[in-house]
């Protein structure tokens, strides 16, 4: 036999034991290729959103409606996991295809250490981190929890809903970039038509007092109290509060999120007051809620929030208690039909400019190379979510 029998030969075996099959001794035999790996590059970009909801609510889940917009338009793709309702899997993750950024929600109901960041990060493959912080904090009693500082130091960057004072506040804390976004409404408030116009009271309030031995510890929750109060006390108005902690024959009890927007409808104007009115750009989602109800709304004004809509679009920011309430009693004295017509324009407008899709582009834009237009809450005060 000839050194190039021998040789052939020897590539039959091998040839026939990598790929099951044989070649005839005549021919050249190759073993086939091996599939080639899946190839992301051609996609959009994944990004993985860690929910702190507490409760599974599927496609009605914060940001999941918005996400499945802009995935929609060809921008990116989107994974969710809720750790608060199911522990993650870490073999399960480090299986799957890594995300090109992870968005962390500020947790709340599920605790985080800094070793569970660590090892949740390790199994994803260590992706850029972004941290949308959607609480106001402050005071003694409401400093950033060690969950909440653990994500935003392994964040690229973090997003408050309140400029100024948490913005420095964040960043001391967490030695990264803190940028400005406001609260949005979720959007299946923008989507619900079902408006049955006012059907009870006159005026509703949203909103809880946090008290000990009746005294109020969180910012401005003395002053909520007082213009309730003022309210109660008002000839002529028909006046239901909802939210816990509120005693007396206007007191509702709580209402679960997903009810509000049908609770603010069944009064003729709806009423708030916000806390943290020292922290510039904040105000509550339930200032956009109430937009979105299609009602006139009368709330506490906070610096940096002139971009919002004004009483052409139902929406009045007063500085004090007292001139809240006197904004509502002139308010009731003018044609109801005007009112809703206000309120009407205020829903037009959040939903045009305020919806969560509007805040989870401008959030996402710079990290994931798509442009997003100019923001209406984009000033010289905010700055800017890029």
Known sequence: MTARTTRMTRMTRM???????????????????????????????????????????GPDNRFVPAFAELAAEGLLRH??????VTPPDLRALAREEPPALLMVQSPQARTWSERQVRELLGALGGPPVLVWE???????????????LAWMRRATVVSSVAAGEQQ??????AGVPVHYSPHAAALRFHAD????????????????????????????????????RRLARMDGCDLAVYGRSW??????????????????????????????????GYASDRLAI????????????????????GPEEGLYLADTPREAAELVRELLREDPAELL???????????????????????????LGFTAPPAAWHTPALGSTR
């Open 15 to 57: 040839t026939t034991r990598t790929s099951r099959t044989t070649a005839p001794a005549t021919s050249r035999a190759t073993a086939p290729a091996p599939a080639p790996a899946p190839d992301h590059r051609a996609e959009p970009p994944l990004v993985l959103q860690l929910s702190n909801e507490a409760r599974d609510h």
């Open 79 to 84: 994974r969710y996991l809720a750790p608060a």
């Open 134 to 148: 959607g609480d106001a904090w402050g005071g003694p009693l409401k400093q950033p929890r060690r969950s909440n």
């Open 168 to 173: 420095a506040m964040l960043r001391r804390a």
């Open 193 to 228: 038509e079902d408006d049955p116009g006012p059907v009870s009271s006159q005026v509703t309030f949203l909103g809880t007092r946090r008290t000990f031995c009746g005294v109020e510890l969180l910012p401005d929750d003395r002053e909520r109290l007082d213009l309730v």
């Open 247 to 280: 005693s007396g024959s206007y007191a509702r009890g709580p209402v679960p999120f997903h009810e509000q927007l049908a609770v603010m409808r069944r009064g003729l104007l709806t009423a708030g007051w916000d806390r943290y009115r020292s922290h510039t």
């Open 290 to 309: 109430a937009l979105c109800a299609g009602r006139v709304h009368v709330t506490s004004r906070q610096p940096g929030l002139e971009w919002l809509p």
């Open 341 to 367: 017509a206000r309120g009407a324009r205020g829903r037009a407008w959040v939903r045009a400019h305020l919806t969560e899709t509007h805040v989870l582009r401008h959030l996402l834009a710079p990290h």
